[in-house]
């Protein structure tokens, strides 16, 4: 455990990616929410998880590193496509998961009114 500790002391005090500031804090919350879920084990897969992404997957280009025209339509697309998807899961999360929650719930609140009437 002790060797683990040093490991990370280790990494954290490199320059790496994860240790801005964006990147830092959505480690935290992850890692706080998992490891009050789910608990040590759950928190420091969650956190060597969201360090090495940080670590290996590049940030989304700004829009000031645009030089050429190739460069802007590649960026409008790729905005385009993300939106979309993200458009997508919130479609699919409202029609799975929450309108057959709340018609469940009605459905039930309807037959406990009827049965409690008779």
């Known amino acids: 455990m002790k060797r683990l500790a ?15 500031l964006r990147n830092a804090g959505k480690s935290v919350a992850s ?12 928190g420091i897969g969650v ?7 940080d670590e290996l997957v590049p940030d989304s280009p700004k829009v000031a ?7 802007a339509v590649a960026y409008v697309a790729d905005s385009l496509i993300i939106n979309s998807l993200y458009g997508f899961i919130a479609f ?4 799975n998961i929450a309108v057959p ?9 309807k037959a406990k009114n009827k049965y409690k009437n008779t």
């Open 92 to 95: 699919l999360l409202i029609t």
């Open 6 to 20: 040093v490991l990370f002391i280790t990494l954290t005090l490199t320059s790496c990616a994860s240790l801005d």
């Open 101 to 109: 929650w709340m018609t469940r719930r009605q459905g039930y609140a």
């Open 65 to 71: 590193d645009i030089e050429t025209k190739e460069q």
């Open 31 to 42: 890692t706080g929410v998992a490891y009050v879920i789910g608990g040590p084990i759950a």
């Open 47 to 53: 956190l060597a998880t969201a360090m090495a992404y």
